[in-house]
């Protein structure tokens, strides 16, 4: 496998928070609760929204995004335009592979908030990542890769605010930055991958209720022992660390939820920009 680190400074920007140059554009459009009660506005066929992804206005939601090294899409897509509270599914989009990675930034739209608390005019939106799954082409023939599923850059995302007068916009291309280990279970060298190590790792189960299956890795021991909620593996993994990589390297296949948190959002728009 081939890692593209994500570089610590970015491109030059417009007064509007934005670079120039080619890019992909996600719109996040927010509506009131009882958007989709009669089932039709995300019953439809989705390409029809390309672009756009209806999440609640005031509330939470899910956004899947789906991509990696062999994704096949050949620009972005939304395939599910609507948020659980809509439709009782998730939104979903895909992203095409990238294997330097993209820059990502996003600008908050629409009117102020006049209706909401006085106090608190602005509208926000918070979007936080969470790495779910991720594939091989080999797990056919060995256990799939288990990685750190808290190893973002920004755990806690990124506050996208829409206030009063300029609002330019925002980089947020730490929600796909991913620190963290990923290992096999057998030698993923056999089947050509290069870079992974044997070592002892601390895992944890946190399936609820627990199957017995570890499926978060802690972390190398401290001489010899794990912290406690965790367990030593039985027997050696064969681990990659990886430093702040685009998430979407990390495999064939990444499968990465976002959490959507919206403060009164009429409009968040979000553009991938190709490195």
Known sequence: MVFQALAQDGPPVNPNGFPSGDHYNLNLIGKKAE???????CAVDPSAYGNVVFVLEWGQGDIWLKSGKKATAATLQVTDPCVTAFDGDSAELDLPANANGYWVFARALGKLNKSGDPNDPDRWMIITPQLVTYS???EDLL????GTSSGFVKPDGYKVTRTKGKHPAIRISDLFAFTGYICYSTDPGTFGLTGYSPMDMCVKDTSDPPDGIPDVIVG????????NGSYLYESQLYCQHHDTKWIFNIADFVNL???VDS?????VQIRFYPK
């Open 263 to 267: 403060h009164g959002s009429k409009l």
């Open 136 to 138: 091989s082409e080999y």
């Open 143 to 146: 256990y799939l890769g288990w």
């Open 220 to 227: 190398p021991p401290s001489a010899g022992a794990c912290p």
């Open 257 to 259: 939820l976002w959490g």
């Open 35 to 41: 958007f989709n009660q009669d089932g039709l506005a």
